[in-house]
Nanobody, 115 residues
Framework: QLVESGGELVQPGGSLRLSCAAS????????ISWFRQAPEKGREFVATINGGGWGTKYADSVKGRFTISRDNAKNMAYLQMNNLTPEDTAVYYC??????????WGQGTQVTVSS
């Protein structure tokens, strides 16, 4: 199970940190990713981090503004989002995957960037 939190209304230029709490599977063996879905758009990749936490990748649209991280001791993953713009408004989803096992998705958390 994955449970996201931290989404809220924030002004343009502001920052938020999203959290993803994992349970029920061996967290350290799963790659964790964040996706987002804006109104009337498809779900898009945002960032990913490997099980050890040393490998990360970002979508071009968030590179340099967002940082993904994880704490395997706490079964937690995070997405630090800085310099937010209205285009970042979306429901943000946490995703976990590992070879030969079903993917795990969270329920999502709403991020709204507006003045």
């Amino acid at each position: 199970q994955l449970v996201e939190s931290g989404g809220e209304l924030v002004q343009p230029g502001g920052s938020l940190r999203l959290s993803c709490a994992a349970s029920g599977f061996p967290f350290e063996y799963y790659t964790i990713s964040w996706f987002r879905q804006a109104p009337e758009k498809g779900r898009e990749f945002v960032a990913t981090i490997n099980g050890g936490g040393w490998g990360t990748k970002y979508a071009d649209s968030v590179k340099g503004r967002f940082t993904i991280s994880r704490d395997n001791a706490k079964n937690m993953a995070y997405l630090q989002m800085n310099n937010l713009t209205p285009e970042d408004t979306a429901v943000y989803y946490c995703h976990a995957n590992s070879a030969d096992t079903p993917d795990v998705w969270g329920q999502g958390t709403q991020v709204t960037v507006s003045s």
